[in-house]
Nanobody
Framework: QVQLVESGGGLVQAGGSLRLSCAAS????????MGWFRQAPGKEREFVAW????????DYGDSVKGRFAVSRDNAKNTVYLQMNSLKPEDTAVYYC?????????????WGQGTQVTVSS
C-alpha cells in the first residue's frame, strides 16, 4: 500500500521559513516524479512545485518561484519543500504527490496534507 506522509507544517510569522517533508512508503520515489500542491479554504488546489525522478529538473508555480525550493533524497525515500519568505497568502494545506510522469496537474498518489499557517 502506497503512503505519502507530509510533515513539517505549522504556524509561522510572515517572512519566516518552514521545511516540509514527504516520506513515502510502498513505493520507491527514485522511479517517480514528485510534486507539491496546496489548497487554501474556498480555493482550488494550486500547483506549487515538482521535481523529476533524478532531481535534475524542477518547476515552480509563479506565486512561489524564487522563495520555495523542492528537493529529494531518494536514499531516504523523502522529498522536501523549503519555503522561505513566507507570506500570509501561502497559508494552505500542502500536499505531496507521486507520479511516473510528473507535471503540474495529474498525479497517481497523494498524501493527506499538512497545514501551513502564516500570520501577518
Amino acid at each position: 500500500q502506497v503512503q505519502l506522509v507530509e510533515s513539517g507544517g505549522g504556524l509561522v510569522q510572515a517572512g519566516g521559513s518552514l521545511r516540509l517533508s514527504c516520506a513515502a512508503s510502498g513505493l520507491r520515489i527514485s522511479s517517480y516524479a514528485m510534486g507539491w500542491f496546496r489548497q487554501a479554504p474556498g480555493k482550488e488546489r494550486e500547483f506549487v512545485a515538482w521535481i523529476t525522478w533524478s532531481g535534475g529538473s524542477r518547476d515552480y508555480g509563479d506565486s512561489v518561484k524564487g522563495r520555495f525550493a523542492v528537493s529529494r533524497d531518494n536514499a531516504k525515500n523523502t522529498v522536501y519543500l523549503q519555503m522561505n519568505s513566507l507570506k500570509p497568502e501561502d497559508t494552505a494545506v500542502y500536499y505531496c504527490a507521486a507520479d511516473r510522469s510528473g507535471g503540474r496537474r495529474e498525479y497517481a498518489f497523494w498524501g493527506q496534507g499538512t497545514q501551513v499557517t502564516v500570520s501577518s
